[in-house]
């Protein structure tokens, strides 16, 4: 199958346009009527622009309101099509794509919307083109692709074909057996989709919400299996139309786009146990088994004090680094990688984003083959100058151009550490403070960003996402959705935020981009981690005295519990017989960095009914001196 998108899914000029799609190495485009209207050329002049970028146009689009036309303006629905035709032998595409008309003066009944059909796809036949009929979920007489089949069926030219349109079909819910029965050369054209499940109208929760595969909910999957049937092996290209896409970077946006579609047909592969036609099969997605490490460039002035609350956290630093300014701090199974080096990658994120993550570690189960998948997934690789005798870890480029590197059991990478480092026996009276593994990690984007994230994610790794939940900031609402491994080995918060008010937006101007805004660690014993913090001067948050009166009325908790949790600054959740507690400090980093400490016991969520009380305390600490704190 042949991928392509539709000029409308991006933002920018046709040229803007045409150029991000060549990037994303698309080799087929549609061209959206706007586009080219608005274009400051002919048609010719366009096409010379697309052909030179090493792309060709299957379609033009949309052609509205022709069949079932009463007079004069059926008559005059020809002629725009003549005109239409020309345009396109100027273009360089003989196909037409006509959606089914909405207007309130169409006129139903198959046979004459076949008849008009039948005409058009008569004149398109004398100039060498084709027409290609799709059914709008809100077409006024055709808004299943059943009816639409019928139509064309009984045009029955051979110069008139069928659209399959994944929105159209899937928001309406309509069953997807008919597709199977479908001759393949009668589909000229299978555009893609996907979408959130929302409880709306039809044209709004297209015009808006439309999202590449893989970002939404609907089952694009089920979709392209029962197409696969057919042994269709045309194009399926991307038509999307999303206010986020628009506000988005072109070229970021048409990366997604190809990326989303190759992931789509890796995933009907793997249903359907047939490949895509015409395409090579990718290793599967990588399991990961958990998180290695997660990596901070600092410089000298922040080092010390970040190492000092480290040590109050119960870390110790258990490693140097052979030939650079790196070390290692461990507590349980939680590696911290503290980068001061003065070159390198490391350094130049420091200059760029401040004392930040700038990296993680992720266990998987084969790290070559996760970077294969990557780089199918047109991911960014990334190589760094090792010295003579160092390990080389595989890496992509992740959130904010920080790091994702691969690790694996194999006898090379599982030895980064005994090779990269040496020991460092403990200090004396060192003791941790109960931290035994990673339990989640947070990082903060532009809104824009969070389907581009949640899609590189998604397509790469073995993991599921959480629906989108809206957290209540005082300076606006967050979105939140999580994609996470079924064992919970991984769990990444992805964030958002439309508002500039809000900690997650703020984050981003003091740190100059997207980012790992915090990290949670677990503990099998909240209240004992929280004696050895309170005994180590770590600064925790202070919650309100509100909270915890409210919460004892909600959870039915004993006094001496409550008072336990207020006394250390906790916040609990319960879900069903499960229970969540939580710790946050204060911020340890002039960009709002911070850890949190949580205890689950049979608990799978992220304590969401807290989310707005932490956020309120860190904004009262946060709020400048002149500024009331209340």
């Not at 390198?344 to 994120?349: D, L, M, Q, T």
Request: charged share 25%; glycine share 8%.
């Amino acid at each position: 199958m042949q991928t392509a998108i539709a000029t409308v899914c991006l933002s920018g000029t046709l040229g803007e346009k045409l150029e991000a799609i060549a990037a994303a190495q698309f080799k087929f485009v549609e061209i959206f009527e706007n586009d080219l209207l608005s274009f400051n050329g002919s048609p010719a002049e366009a096409r010379a622009i697309i052909e030179r970028l090493g792309l060709s146009t299957i379609t033009l689009q949309p052609f509205r309101d022709f069949e079932g036309m009463p007079e004069p303006q059926r008559s005059r629905g020809f002629a725009r099509a003549d005109r239409k035709f020309d345009m396109m032998a100027e273009l360089g595409t003989d196909l037409l794509m006509v959606c089914s008309n909405v207007s309130p003066e169409s006129e139903g009944g198959v046979d004459r919307l076949a008849a008009d059909l039948r005409e058009l796809g008569e004149r398109a036949a004398q100039r060498g083109m084709r027409v290609a009929y799709e059914a709008l979920a809100w077409g006024r007489h055709i808004n299943d692709y059943r009816d639409a089949w019928e139509v064309v069926r009984r045009a029955d030219h051979p110069a008139v074909g069928l659209v399959l349109d994944s929105f159209h079909v899937l928001a309406r819910g309509t069953d997807l057996r008919a597709i199977r029965s479908i001759p393949k050369d009668r589909i000229f054209l299978v555009q893609i989709a996907d979408a959130p499940r929302l409880d709306m109208d039809y044209l709004s929760w297209s015009r808006h919400y439309r999202c590449f595969p893989g970002q939404g909910e609907l089952p694009v999957n089920d979709f392209m299996v029962a197409l696969q049937a057919t042994g269709y092996d045309g194009p399926v290209s991307l038509e999307i139309f999303n206010d986020r896409f628009r506000a988005g970077s072109t070229r970021s946006v048409a990366v997604d786009g190809h990326r989303s579609l190759i992931y789509m047909l890796d995933e009907m592969a793997a249903t359907s146990g047939k490949p895509a036609a015409g395409r090579a099969p990718m290793p599967p997605r990588a399991r990961v088994e958990g998180v290695e490490f997660v990596e901070f460039t600092l410089d000298d002035a922040h080092a010390a004090e970040f190492e000092t609350a480290l040590k109050g956290l119960g870390f110790h630093k258990s490693g140097v680094h052979r030939s650079k300014a790196v070390e290692r701090w461990t507590q349980g199974g939680v590696n911290l990688i503290l980068n001061r080096e003065k070159e390198g990658f490391a350094h130049s994120f420091n200059i760029t984003h401040g004392a930040s993550v700038c990296a993680l570690a992720l266990k998987v189960s084969d790290a070559p083959r996760t970077l294969a998948r990557a780089v199918s997934l047109l991911d960014q690789p990334f190589h760094q100058k090792v010295a003579p005798g160092e390990i080389d870890i595989p890496a992509v480029r992740g959130v904010g151009g920080s790091l994702i590197y691969f690790v694996d059991p194999s006898p090379h990478l599982a030895r980064w550490f005994d090779v990269d480092f040496r020991n460092v026996a403990s200090e004396d009276g060192a003791a941790g403070a109960g931290i035994v593994r990673f339990d989640h990690i947070s990082q903060s984007m532009q809104y824009e960003e969070m389907l581009t994230w949640l899609l590189f994610y998604n397509s790469l790794f073995d993991v599921s996402k959480s629906p989108v939940q809206d957290v209540l900031d005082p300076g606006g609402v967050v979105q939140s959705q999580v994609v996470e491994t079924g064992d919970g080995a991984l769990r990444i918060v992805l964030n958002g935020s439309q508002s500039r008010q809000t900690l997650s937006s703020r984050f981003l101007s003091e740190v100059f981009g997207s980012g790992v805004q915090h990290i949670a660690l677990a503990t099998e014993d909240i209240f004992a981690t929280a004696a050895v913090l309170r005994r180590n001067g770590v600064p925790v948050l202070a919650i309100p005295e509100n909270y915890y009166d409210d919460l004892e009325a909600r959870t039915g908790l004993s006094d001496d519990e409550i008072a336990r949790l207020r006394e250390n600054n906790i916040l609990y959740d319960r879900e069903g017989a499960g229970e969540f507690f939580q710790i946050y400090t204060q911020n340890l980093a002039e960009g709002g960095f911070f850890f949190e400490i949580v205890q689950r016991r049979s608990y799978r969520g992220f304590g969401a009914a807290n989310a707005p009380i932490r956020l309120a305390a860190q904004t009262r600490l946060q709020a400048p001196a002149t500024v009331p704190r209340f």
